[in-house]
């Protein structure tokens, strides 16, 4: 599969994926990298590994004209599956309408708890430490038009620590994003998978 991966950030999910594909772990192959941040790292780590990496400007432009201008050049790299690897805009309907069941996200946290507006960065970590819960990790989904929701693909739980911070719980978890990022995009590939609801059973 082509694989367009949306980034804002540092990249290190971007990086596990490009590991994977040198490693020979997955099949795909990431043909372009977008970001709307100028200054993302993860534009970098693209172009070591000669991979297009494109800074589009959102400002001024209204969400859906931004995300046709994101969805023509996917589309003009025959990407087949999108991925949401530490993207920090929100996707249109009309963006998600146009790769059904072929966009997913990493998510720092088990949802759907501490998921939705608001719940980013540090935020959820911080959010999970103040609820006292015992556990977190990541989620892999599907993307569907409400935030931080659709069906599951791949989950992984870590414990959390009295003494955790958000930063040494996010820290924690980070490896973990890396893996499940690899299985998801492995089952994809293997099409054996079918959604019912918001499940995703192995077939
Ligand atoms: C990850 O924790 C991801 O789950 C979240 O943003 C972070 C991005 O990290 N949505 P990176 O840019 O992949 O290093």
């Known amino acids: 599969?082509?694989?367009g991966v949306l980034v804002s950030g540092r990249g290190t999910n971007l990086q596990s994926i490009i590991d994977?594909?040198?490693r020979g772990d997955i099949k795909s192959r990431v043909v372009v990298v977008i970001s709307n941040k100028r200054d993302a790292y993860?534009?970098?780590r693209a172009r070591n590994h000669g991979i297009p990496a494109l800074y589009i400007q959102s400002k001024n432009k209204d969400p859906e004209t931004y995300d046709s201008e994101i969805v023509n050049i996917l589309k003009e790299y025959n990407v087949e599956l999108v991925v949401l690897a530490g993207y920090l805009k929100i996707l249109t309907k009309k963006f998600?309408?146009?790769f059904?069941?072929?966009i997913i996200n990493i998510h720092p946290a088990l949802l759907p708890c501490?998921?939705?507006k608001g719940f980013y960065g540090e935020y959820v970590h911080e959010a999970v430490l103040n609820s006292g819960s015992k556990f977190s990790g990541c989620t892999v989904h599907f993307v569907?038009?409400?935030i931080d929701h659709g069906p599951i693909i791949v989950q992984k739980c870590v414990q959390v620590f009295d003494d955790d911070t958000p930063k040494t719980l996010a820290e924690r978890i980070l490896p973990f994003e890396h893996?499940?990022?690899i299985e998801a995009i492995k089952i994809i590939e293997s099409g054996r998978f079918k959604i019912e609801g918001m499940r995703v059973k192995l077939i």
């Open 96 to 98: 998600i309408d146009e």
């Open 20 to 22: 994977a594909q040198i």
């Open 42 to 44: 993860a534009l970098e």
């Open 179 to 181: 893996i499940a990022l």
């Open 100 to 102: 059904p069941d072929r």
């Open 114 to 116: 501490f998921g939705g």
């Open 1 to 3: 599969m082509n694989i």
């Open 144 to 146: 569907r038009p409400e």
